[in-house]
């Protein structure tokens, strides 16, 4: 006898799997669809700093045998790390009642370049004027995208950090100004990113922690250059205080004394001999890293730097077009030294290191004067051509 109650159920149960396995389908082809993970919605420029994307430098990885990844710093919404630096002294000051939004008040800030574009955007963002004082010698291209923000620009001559006219007291002495001036309740502040120590306290609590899980708790070499130092001392207090055994590097450029400090404890470079100095300022066409003081925020992460890697500028240029030839990457100079600085990590310590660099600037930002120069080299550079001494692994 035709049991029509088993069958029924049976059916039922074949087409509620099949309506299943469908959906499943479905939503893997979705899935298929998408090129990235989406990010979810989120409100105002501001929400959009931090949680930057972590890449594999393939070509990198090929020729040393090590992993070599890179944390798209340049991915923040103006362009580089500073976005989180700025956004943290900001709310700093809110905290503190020193700021308040759409007030007129101003901030002002010496940089020569990606601090000051991250407060020119914050600053529209969140209801403030920026005031950003910066040698005239800056890129072109950082100026006139300071200009097109709406900042005030006050560009003086490269000079020494005891020159009142230097860019940070420039901007040290503006913010004083209208402070004491009474005819006005306008507030202003001076961020001071080489001393404040909100700067290298947001790396410890976000860009560390984010380079931590991205590597899932497994990296043997972190690598940056300073400029303040913030983001090398922050994220290796934090890398350090999780595994004591990873190695931090300072990727240093030439005329910088910081690789010196670091290596020797000496803060001295041959450019400081008398008569051979051509500027004021770290003779190198690289941007936003090298000094010959110590800052505050370098200060705080001296301890935890293991060595430096002094790269020289042709090395630099010949990886940024390497970088771009072979992997697509079209980064800053400060990014391409620090590729210098991961590969001779690579080949000192042999193979199957995982090794992270901060990518923490566009190749656009710098058309005029570090591109100008990388754009004229051939496009079959190879890493013998950068790095002379290295051997195969
Ligand atoms: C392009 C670029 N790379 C790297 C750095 C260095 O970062 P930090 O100031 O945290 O040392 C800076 C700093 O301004 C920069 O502008």
Known sequence: MINWKLILRSSAAIVSALIILQRIHEQLNN????????SPRSRGVESLIGNTPMIEIKSLSKLTGCKIYAKLELMNPAGSAKDRVALSIIRANEKLGKLKP?????????????TGISFAVLANALGYKAHICLPDD???????????????LEPVKPASIVDPNQYTNAARYGAQKINEDSSNNKNAIFADQFENDFNWRIHYSSTGPEIWEQMEENLDVFIN???????IAGVSKYLKEKNDRIKIVLADPQGSGLANRVNYG???????????RRRHQVDTLVEGIGLNRLT???QQGEHNIDEAIRVRDEQALKMAKFLCINDGLFWGSSSAINCVAAVKTAFKYGPGQK??????DSGARHLSKFWKDAA???????LQDIIEDIKSP
């Open 376 to 382: 004229e080299l051939p496009n079959d550079i190879t």
């Open 355 to 360: 090794i992270v660099i901060i990518a923490c």
């Open 138 to 152: 800056t890129s072109p291209e950082k100026m006139q995208l300071l200009k097109s923000l709406g900042a005030e």
């Open 266 to 276: 000496v803060m001295y470079d041959s450019v400081e001999r008398e008569g051979t």
């Open 296 to 298: 505050w925020n370098f």
């Open 31 to 38: 899935n298929k669809k998408r090129l990235t993970t989406l």
């Open 225 to 231: 250059g300073s400029g303040t130092g913030g983001t």
């Open 102 to 114: 759409n007030h007129g008040d101003v901030i002002f800030e010496g940089t020569s370049g990606s």
